[in-house]
């Protein structure tokens, strides 16, 4: 109770040092200039200030400008110093181990390895199957999102506003409740059955796949080894797609369920179809999150590994973290295995950048 | 600059700070390395009863792979040595690599692993980093059964030789003994009225006899297209003589260009050519295709003698497993019809770093004596290591074939080691090459310049270690 007490004193007190510098432009320059010089005792008293509660601030310090900055940081600080800790400690440090052990020839067996400096780079740079991983990746990286926003964006967009009912301005199609759950059912099932189970899809025999063809008189589209062949990358891609489909018809329909109906009325009063209230309408509201699951996606499908793993025979494709995996668990290079890890952290790190940076526009205050 | 830290910004920026964490980079490095501890027990005295100087008091930790042949018998052979040394810790895993790479990383291994099984941890890092411990005298230690036979004598052939690893030190004890080549059914063959095929020519006919009757010659898993190394490779020394598969482990420069290769390749080609190969084949898995194979879809398998066992319930009553040695190309053979690839498999080993190495080193003296190695067989029909341990059993048919191919074959054994020292050569190279010359994507001779090119890469790749016939 008391300590809110003096929080709200500590509001005041900057407010009312801000309304003086407002007022007194000239002297805060002044003292901007000279007499608010950092002295050590000023900086001790603001790092002691820092580590204590808000209501032992040493009165001297209180009124001091940077005190508001450090007020500030120091309520961020303390709530996140412990998720920063374990994140520092299990996420951050290995990482920066990673950077260590991507320099050594350490098998992963033993504690001992040397330090080869940018050998196991050099390496990776004249690396064929190492390009042949990455290549793999980054078509998944490009491929999958698209596929699986445009669809789940479509599917959304069904189910909330595609129907056409009287009385309501906007309605999902008939069933969009069912539709809605049946499309969340693949996210329900751990990876590794979906890969299973679609490796039984792709099995030459027995499998359902092979079988459709037959049925609908493709037989020569029939393949023997659809996962051991060049066309494995599109499978994995297919089984890809399915599995996270489901998961943005959710939270695409979320988002779009929070567009006012107003807008639809009104863009239904003006004569717009389907097509021109989702292009004008729906997209553009929903961006935002368009955007985010853009880049989950993107990291979904880098990953792969689960599938790749499970669905694609040893001598066929590899994306890098599956090759990883093998330099790493099969040859026992762990140190080179951390080497193509770090370059995988370059190039996921480039994506989210750059998905960060393209496409930020001004939010739509609803 | 502005201070801008409003809640919107500092979500922003954790976001992107979580974004970091996402790639597997944090994987690898979470095994960092650590010390380990020596309180290693010291060599008692040796007896006649104890040759090998066992402390008696000392404890023994046992990890068993518990894969198809269970860990049954490792059960029993302990308690044979718990009669007389310390008391046994025995633990059995299916993840072998993934429970004992963190203890082999702190120098604190159990004193037996059984490394077998797809997550085993790989021999030939663990003998560079000086991990493992030298078996000779074990081999050299009298056998448990009769004083005046060396353990080493013991052993089938091949037994020591897939412990060495280009040099003298025998570093694995290979328990089960398995022997390759093409399986098929008597049955099958009997209701086709052909006999097996001991030269090429006789293959195209028995499968042209197959084909009438609307029976594949050859099946084979796809997704594990070394399976066909089983019978190739020895095909390849039948046809050229063991320094052709020597020189081909030894990663020689053009290996691979010699006449048998390619003689070996065009007929494998060949089944696929004329239509003798089991529709579906190339994208099938091991059960697949023994599934295909148990239901007279298809002839031959290029298989192990483990196939028995594991295809077990899906093997009609009437299937009359059996196993013949890869069938020869013609007379000008440089080595007998009965030439065979038979080795021992399943490794044992005992880690430097053990605390009881020696301990370790009698529990293997006592699984390689007669009464362990028949109760082996007797659990998990597999064939021992032991020579004639088998010998007076009642074995299942595709073991008894086994036993009786092996023995016709003498001394004309052959043990390619690319499976072992090269391991990504012999399953994505080799395997993938002959994958695709299956599957009809490419021809015998541009499979053959896929092996060697990869043979040539790996041997100038430096992070492999190499290894040369002794």
Redesign the interface.
């Known amino acids: 109770m008391e300590s809110g007490a003096e929080g709200r004193e500590d509001v005041a007190d900057t407010r009312e040092r801000a309304g003086g510098n407002m007022t007194d432009a000239g002297a805060a320059g002044r003292r901007r200039s000279g007499g608010d010089r950092l002295t050590p005792g000023l900086a001790l008293r603001l790092t002691v200030a820092f580590f204590l509660p808000p209501r032992f601030t040493p009165r001297s310090v209180r009124y001091d400008r940077r005190y508001r ?1 450090l007020d ?2 120091r309520f ?1 600080v303390w709530f996140l110093s412990l998720p920063v800790l374990v ?1 520092g400690v299990f ?1 951050v440090s ?2 920066l ?2 950077f260590f ?1 991507s320099m050594t ?9 040397e330090f080869t400096g940018f050998e196991n780079y050099e ?1 990776m740079w004249n690396d064929d199957k190492f390009w042949e991983a990455t290549r793999n990746s980054l078509l998944l990286l490009v491929v999958a999102p698209v596929v699986t926003l445009v669809m789940g964006l479509f599917f959304a967009y069904m189910l909330t506003a595609g129907g056409r009912r009287r009385n309501e301005a906007v309605a999902g199609v008939t069933g969009s409740g069912v539709y809605k759950i049946v499309y969340f059912f693949p996210q329900v099932l751990s990876l590794a059955i979906i890969a299973v189970i679609w490796a039984r899809i ?6 359902a796949l ?1 079988a459709g063809l037959d049925a609908v008189g493709l037989d020569s589209w029939q ?7 060049s066309w494995a990358i599109w499978c994995v891609l297919v089984v890809l797609c399915w599995s996270f489909v489901g998961f943005y018809v959710v939270l695409f329909s979320a988002a779009m369920s929070a567009i006012p109906t107003e807008i639809y009325e009104a863009a239904r009063l003006d004569g717009a179809g389907r097509s021109v209230t989702f292009f004008r309408i729906t997209f553009p509201l929903t961006w935002e999150t368009v955007r985010t699951g853009w ?1 989950y996606m993107g ?1 979904q499908a ?2 792969a ?1 689960a599938l790749v793993n499970v669905m694609v ?4 494709m590899d994306v890098l ?1 599956s090759y ?1 995996f ?1 330099k ?7 140190g ?3 080497t193509i ?2 370059a ?2 370059v ?3 480039l994506f ?1 950048t750059v998905m ?1 940076r393209i496409g930020r526009r001004d939010r739509i205050e609803l | 600059m502005t ?1 801008k ?1 409003n809640r919107r910004s ?1 979500l ?1 920026r954790s976001a ?1 700070a979580g ?18 501890d020596d309180e290693s027990v010291e060599r008692g005295e040796t007896t006649d009863d104890n040759p090998l100087g066992v402390d008696p008091e000392a404890e023994l930790e046992v990890i068993i792979f518990d894969g198809g042949f269970g860990d049954q018998y490792a059960l029993d052979a302990e308690a044979i040595y718990q009669e007389n040394y310390g008391p046994v810790t025995h633990d059995k895993t299916t993840e072998i ?1 993934t429970r004992l ?1 963190p203890r ?4 604190d291994p159990p004193d037996v692993i059984n490394n077998g099984g797809a997550d085993a ?2 021999i ?3 003998i ?2 000086g ?1 493992v411990y030298d078996l000779n005298e074990l081999l050299d230690a009298p056998s448990l059964d009769d004083p005046n036979v060396t353990v080493r004598e013991t052993l089938m052939p091949s037994t020591v030789e897939m412990g060495q690893f280009g040099s003298q030190e025998v570093w694995r004890l290979n328990y089960a003994f398995t022997v390759y080549g093409q399986w098929y059914s008597r049955t099958a063959l009997e209701r086709l009225e052909v006999e097996y095929p001991r030269t090429w020519d006789e293959m195209i006919a028995v499968c042209e006899a197959a084909k009438r009757q609307g029976m594949a010659g050859w099946t084979y898993p ?4 070394y399976y066909f190394n089983f019978t190739l490779y020895p095909f390849i020394g039948k046809i050229g003589g063991v320094e052709v598969l020597q020189a081909i482990d030894n990663l020689e420069p053009n290996a691979w260009r010699h006449d048998a290769v390619k003689a070996a390749f065009e007929a494998y080609h060949e089944l696929a050519a004329r239509g003798y190969v089991l ?7 091991h059960e ?1 295709s023994q599934d ?1 194979w148990n239901a007279y879809q298809a002839l031959f398998i290029p298989n192990g003698s483990w196939v028995e066992n594991e295809s077990r319930r899906n093997t009609p009553e009437d299937f009359d497993m059996a196993v013949g040695p890869p069938t020869g190309l013609d007379s000008s053979d440089a080595m007998p019809f009965e030439t065979l690839w038979a080795s021992a498999s399943e490794p044992f080993f005992v880690p430097a770093d053990a605390r009881n190495p020696i301990g370790g080193l009698e529990f293997l003296r006592v699984m390689l004596g007669q009464e362990s190695a028949r109760n082996f067989t007797e659990l998990v029909s597999s064939l021992t290591c032991v020579r004639g341990a088998a010998d007076g059993m009642d074995l299942p048919p595709g073991l008894s074939s086994a036993k009786a191919t092996f023995e016709a074959a003498g001394d004309n054994l052959l043990v390619p080691r690319l499976p072992d020292w090269y ?2 050569f012999n ?3 080799v ?2 090459a002959v ?1 695709a010359m299956m ?1 009809g ?1 490419i021809d015998p001779d541009e499979a053959i310049t896929r092996c060697q090119r990869a043979a040539d890469a790996t041997a100038s790749d430096d ?2 270690q190499k290894f040369q016939h002794v």
């Open positions: 900055k500030q940081y961020i994140y996420v290995p990482f181990q990673a052990y020839d350490w098998t992963g067996y033993s504690a001992s390895y390496r792709y099995s030459p025999r027995s499998g092979n393949r023997e080894d659809w996962l051991g062949s880049i990291i880098l990953d590994f025979p040893e001598h066929g973290p990883l093998e790493s668990f099969r040859d026992g290079q762990a080179y295995a951390t890890g770090v995988l952290f190039i996921t790190l989210a960060l | 201070s830290l500092l922003t992107a974004l970091l964490s996402v790639p597997a980079v944090s994987a690898l490095a979470g095994c960092a390395s650590g010390g380990g690599q790479q082999m990383v702190q120098g941890m790989d030939a890092a663990l560079r980093n991990q796809g997704v594990y297209p529709q579906g084949s190339p994208g099938m898995t697949e295909e391991k990504q399953n994505e190279e395997g993938g994958a599957a994507d992070s492999i």
